[in-house]
């Protein structure tokens, strides 16, 4: 009867045509124009200073000097050749990957070895245990303690040192988020299961692991987020000049204090450097966003 | 006791279990092995052959120190120089400086102030971390080296502590006014050397729609609003010290910051900053070469470090320099002097005698005359004839004036040394501003310094 | 997820069925194996993440200074003491700065990021590019995300500058006292609605039609709908979005470094923290800066979970 009355729920705002008053008509024409100008809104805002910077890294120099509002005639393509090579981007790029990649993964796994037991209530104290990890998304910076810690331990200024000691700060995150996924599958499950004679990590990767997939992913993405975008500890857990080991974002700050002529391979830099992310997350906004409603549902 | 079916059960995981852990035992090993084999760097490897310099962002002496590196890997094959450089606005490079000095991770170090003047009396509160890591022993003294003596003896003095040089002072940065002697020539302007002269020139150019003078704060705050308050500070309170050394005065208590000298200073001050470009504050400090070298104001307040960007920014500006007057007695008017880019050795670096090498090599004429020209600082050694565009710029006043920490005195309690009790340039931002009057900021200062 | 109830438990009970939980059902040797596991995350947890910061804690007794062989000298309360004294000036103002940044950024996500969401519920591949629009500052990350809005508010030349020109109008942005904070509020808002956004999202799917159709049949207004029905169904999605802003607004620190290093009254306390460790090298004051941070996150952090999960019980039950 009132297919359109979910206005906002659904995208198309048709109806049969059969309830054609004017009121009606005219009431579906303002949602849809409101809803246009909201769409153009919501783009504009957050794409437009986006847009801004990449036309940056297509002017030259003395254009971004003189006019840097107006477009680039032509595109003037050395920014990024510059930019790639003057901050060694290449091999920046492959480490930021392996750094992310590895540390996050490694946090995730860990996160539901914890979030199981607790989810399922398989050890005594497992209240504490929890708001003690909880507890861990307000700890203050220490990062100079830290820089201590992995000089004793020998993981100052190495790759493995770098990717240890980015496992850390997905911990919380990921146990409180996993936990309440394993809250919600049934402990029923685990009857049957468990006759079969699996092992527990075998159940863990057989039975669990499918079954919140969704909140594993998103575990693993907001992770990578955080080591891919760190941008004190390049400089402090790594040495000044140890180039080959240094990530995207402290290769982009090669670019960052110098004068205003080199803004434009800064920008072309910066290009370079998101240019994955966007992707990546491109790729993978459905699932996420799946993620997100069992998220909430859960709580 | 275990439910018989579940003793069934564990023979059956047991094996499965041990293969399982002793899998993934394996796995994280050989993937931690890979890894290590994957990072190529480590600190502390002491072949002897490789040399690390630090130095913050400052692109005609990463240029340079790039390019004499180059130099003397060719001139010694087998050595690997590596420069590490952080930026040094508000915050990277001190990071990085400073966990390079904790872990010995590099063998030659750059800082961008220099150790003397201690103060008179030295607590854990008033020196800088570099001037406590001197006193320590962090670094190596230098003496005896044979190139220590084709430096000036000003340079030298000022990395001297208890009869021992600590550091090299490859040159200094000359703060004054720089301006366009096209839109100077346009409106029949000649330079200024006494206050008068200076604000008629202000005015003048004011009512032709020229925007006098600029500068910005932007990401870097009020300390640059030095290139005002050094100069006043160094032409109207500086001679009217007996003695004439403002800072020794203040610290031993004979001059006080609530002097009328001082006043007068930061009247001018006031004066002066109204013909900065509106918007100052925020105008991005990086962006002050371009903005002068394209014409958006007739002067600069800046320092010599940044006429390579000028020059950069737009080859064809013509310009010049002159001290900012801001007495009506020409003599008081002197450019100032900041030691800038001192190398220091780490006592703790395994690559001591490499890289005295590399100082020795630094110091040789034709190389620091590349240095000097590349990167337009002013010379600090004894001799050299140099070419370098600052040098056309600075005409007369190339290497001359007077060191600014004769008269700025040593207030720093921690390493920035802006952030001081009372905080120094934030109270002259606020002066400015008229949000506080110079007697209210004298007496700020006065109590703060009293506490010391 | 039901349990069987307290009758047909113990009628099983009688039975002698015995139901198997997980507990019961593991062997020794996945015992083992869970406890190794547990152990590991733990270990790394402890090792990385409550050592340094205990160790901070003890660092802000101290005067410690950090090259090789550096005395430690235990100074007791005074690095919290100066806090209020005239030592140190910018406690109080960084006090102040932050409880304004975090009300502000709190309040202003969570309500642009509830109306976002409920504009891109749809799936609609227009929809969807929108969503990845809206996600892009999150996923570009603090540093980027910070140079792009210098830039882009730029007094001399920016766009921004060009806009507020039309006005007739000049400023400083982010050197001018007055807006220095409330844009860097704003580009704080700006970077983090996505995730809000996203969570608003999934809890805005959640809720059934059913729902809606029968407001639709009494007749309840649009607004009304929002307000009495919408609201209260996205208590959990609400409960996540405004902890973790609060949390994630009291701790920032990137942001503000890149957009203007805390000056010009943007200087919070997690701004403060950093500042006085890595740019002072007072490291013992930064670290008594950061251990009262890190109290007042969790004293206003967990009466403010429990009030948030109080009333999701209350409004789904």
């Known amino acids: ?299 | 006791m275990l439910p018989s079916s579940n003793v069934k059960n564990l023979r059956r995981w047991a094996p499965g279990y041990r293969t399982w852990t002793a899998g993934a035992v394996a796995l994280v090993l050989v993937g931690s092995a890979a890894l290590a084999g994957c990072s190529s760097s480590s600190s502390g490897s002491s072949s002897g052959k490789s040399l690390k310099i630090i130095t913050w962002v400052n692109p005609p002496a990463v240029a340079a120190l790039k390019k004499i590196d180059a130099e003397f890997m060719k001139a010694n094959p087998g050595v690997k120089v590596t420069l590490g450089t952080a930026e040094n606005v508000n915050g990277p490079y001190k990071t990085m400086l400073q966990q390079t000095v904790d872990a010995s991770n590099a063998d030659i170090v750059t800082n961008v102030q220099q150790l003397q003047p201690l103060p008179l009396k030295i607590t854990s509160n008033n020196v800088t971390s570099w001037q406590t890591w001197t006193m320590h022993g962090v670094f190596a003294p230098l003496d005896g080296q044979p190139f220590l003596n084709d430096y000036s003896s000003g340079a030298k003095a000022a990395e001297t502590y208890q009869g021992k040089t600590y550091g090299i002072v490859s040159g200094e940065y000359q703060e004054g006014v720089f301006y366009n002697k096209q839109i100077f020539a346009k409106y029949h302007l000649s330079v200024p050397t006494t206050y008068t002269q200076f604000l008629s020139v202000l005015k003048t150019l004011k009512s032709k729609g020229v925007t006098p003078m600029w500068l910005g704060l932007g990401a870097v705050g009020p300390i640059y609003l030095q290139f005002l308050y050094y100069n006043l500070i160094s032409s109207v309170w500086q001679p009217a010290v007996p003695g004439g050394k403002l800072a020794t005065g203040l610290e031993s208590g004979s001059v006080k910051w609530t002097d009328p000298h001082f006043t007068q200073a930061m009247n001018e001050e006031k004066q002066l900053a109204a013909y900065l470009e509106p918007g100052y504050t925020g105008e991005a400090w990086q962006g002050m070469p371009g903005a002068f070298a394209t014409g958006k104001a007739a002067m600069l307040l800046d320092g010599s470090w940044d006429l390579a960007s000028v020059q950069q920014s737009n080859p064809n500006a013509q310009v010049g320099f002159f001290p900012l007057p801001g007495s009506n007695v020409a003599a008081n008017n002197q450019s100032e002097l900041q030691n800038d880019l001192t190398f220091s050795v780490l006592n703790a670096s395994k690559n001591k005698a490499l890289a005295m090498k590399w100082l020795a090599f630094f110091s040789k004429p034709n190389i620091y005359a590349q240095y000097v020209d590349i990167t337009g600082i002013s010379s600090s050694q004894t001799s050299g004839s140099f070419s370098s565009y600052a040098a056309k710029v600075l005409g007369s006043w190339f290497g001359k004036g007077d060191y600014y920490t004769n008269y700025f005195p040593v207030l720093a309690d921690t390493d920035s040394y802006w952030d001081q009790p009372a905080n120094w340039p934030t109270l002259q931002q606020d002066l400015i501003s008229g949000k506080k009057t110079p007697a209210q900021v004298e007496q700020l200062y006065q109590s703060a310094w009293q506490t010391q | 997820m039901a349990t069987l109830s307290v009758r047909a438990r113990t009628a099983n009970w009688r039975l002698g069925k015995r139901r198997a939980s997980p507990a019961r059902l593991l062997g020794r040797g996945s015992r083992l194996t869970m406890w190794a596991g547990i152990l590991l995350g733990l270990a790394v947890y402890v090792l990385f993440g409550l050592v340094p910061a205990i160790a901070n804690v003890a660092v802000s007794f101290t005067n410690y200074a950090l090259y090789p062989g550096a005395p430690i000298n235990f100074t007791g309360w005074s690095n919290y003491t100066s806090m209020f004294t005239t030592e140190r000036p910018g406690f109080i103002q960084a006090l102040i700065a932050t409880v304004v940044f975090v009300t502000a950024v709190t309040v202003l996500q969570n309500l642009i990021a509830l109306a976002v969401a409920h504009r891109l519920v749809g799936d609609s591949r227009w929809n969807g590019v929108l969503r990845v629009f809206v996600f892009l500052p999150i996923v570009l990350g603090v540093t980027i995300v910070g140079l792009v809005w210098i830039l882009f508010f730029e007094p001399g030349q920016g766009p921004a500058a060009s806009l507020w020109g039309l006005f007739g109008a000049h400023s400083s942005f982010f050197g001018s006292a007055g807006l220095a904070l409330p844009l860097v509020i704003f580009v704080q808002v700006w970077q983090n609605i996505g995730f809000s956004c996203m969570v608003f999202i999934g809890g805005l799917k959640s809720i059934s039609p059913e729902i809606y159709e029968a407001a639709e049949i009494d007749g309840v207004s649009r607004w009304q709908r929002l307000r009495r029905l919408t609201f209260p169904m996205l208590a959990p999605a609400v409960s996540v979005n405004v902890l973790l802003a609060v949390v994630g607004s009291f701790t920032t620190y990137n942001l503000i470094y890149v957009l203007t290093a805390g000056q010009y009254g943007t200087m919070t306390l997690g701004m403060l923290s950093f500042d006085a460790a890595f740019v002072d090298s007072n490291l013992g004051y930064g670290a008594a800066v950061g251990t009262v941070l890190f109290a007042m996150t969790f004293v206003v952090a967990l009466p403010l979970m429990m009030y948030l999960r109080g009333r999701e019980r209350r409004l789904l039950t």
């Open chain 1, 1 to 299: 009867m009132t297919g359109s009355a979910l206005a906002g729920r659904t995208s198309t705002a048709g109806t049969t045509g059969m309830r054609g008053t004017s009121g009606a008509a005219v009431l579906r024409r303002k949602r849809r124009l409101s809803r246009l100008l909201t769409g153009i809104l919501i783009a504009v805002l957050f794409l437009a200073p986006v847009l801004y910077v990449v036309m940056i890294a297509f002017e030259t120099p003395t254009h971004f000097l003189t006019s840097p509002m107006t477009p680039p005639s032509s595109a003037h393509l050395s920014n990024f050749s510059q930019g790639w090579t003057g901050a060694d981007l290449a091999t920046e790029l492959v480490n930021t990957v392996i750094y992310s990649v590895v540390a996050s993964a490694v946090s995730t796994v860990l996160a539901l070895l914890i979030a199981y037991p607790l989810g399922r209530r398989l050890v005594r104290g497992h209240g504490a245990l929890y708001a003690l990890l909880a507890a861990g998304l307000f700890l203050p910076l220490a990062i100079i303690p830290l820089f201590i810690e992995a000089r004793i331990l020998h993981l100052y200024d190495n790759m493995p040192g770098y990717i240890i000691l980015h496992i850390e700060p997905g911990l919380p995150l990921g146990v409180v988020v996993l936990t309440a996924f394993v809250l919600a599958i049934p402990v029923e499950l685990d009857e049957a299961a468990w006759l079969d004679g699996t092992s527990y990590l075998g159940y863990l990767g057989r039975v669990i692991v499918p079954l919140i997939r969704p909140a594993l992913l998103i575990t693993f993405l907001y992770g990578m987020l955080g080591v891919w975008n760190d941008i004190i500890g390049p400089v402090v857990l790594l040495g000044a000049t140890s180039t080959n080991l240094f990530p995207i974002t402290r290769g982009i700050y090669t670019f960052y204090g110098q004068n205003e002529s080199a803004y434009t391979v800064f920008a072309a830099a910066l290009v370079i450097a998101s240019l994955p992310l966007v992707l990546l997350f491109a790729g993978t906004q459905r699932q996420l966003v799946r993620a997100a409603i069992a998220g909430s549902v859960k709580g």
